[in-house]
């Protein structure tokens, strides 16, 4: 059994209904209210004096600290990259030893780039 009630009635005369009292007036005074302190303030913004006022409670915040963590730690890794030795590839003998996967494998790549008609991969060891 379904029952469907279907109600169609405005949002100030469903507040009236239940009780709630009308904001309507405190929400415009409210609003207008902002809009002057904002229009006041934006008259005499000047971003260079916030910045310069702000700068130190933003170098003391947690979200600043990550940040700067975060980049002094990927900087320093990009710097040490290059000091890294690059891993050694397994010698042919090594292949053979696998049982063979690794032609296996080079056969397999060399038929697949066959059907899809691109030239082989020739960065990778055979």
């Known amino acids: 059994m379904q029952i469907r009630i279907e109600i169609d009635v405005k949002p100030e005369e469903l507040r009236r209904f239940l009780g709630l009292p009308d904001v309507a007036g405190l929400q ?34 947690a979200p600043w600290q990550l940040l700067v963590s975060a980049t002094t730690r990927s900087s320093a890794s990009t710097k040490a990259a290059p000091d890294v030795p690059e891993p050694q590839r397994a010698s042919k003998p090594a ?16 038929a697949v780039t066959k059907l899809a008609g691109t030239p082989p991969d020739n960065s990778k060891p055979e």
């Open 28 to 61: 415009e005074d409210l609003v207008n209210f902002l809009r002057d302190k904002l229009g006041a303030a934006a008259e005499t913004f000047d971003p260079a004096s916030f910045v310069k006022d702000n700068l130190q409670t933003l170098r003391q915040s």
């Open 95 to 110: 292949a053979k030893a696998a049982g063979g996967a690794a032609k296996k494998a080079v056969r397999k790549r060399k």
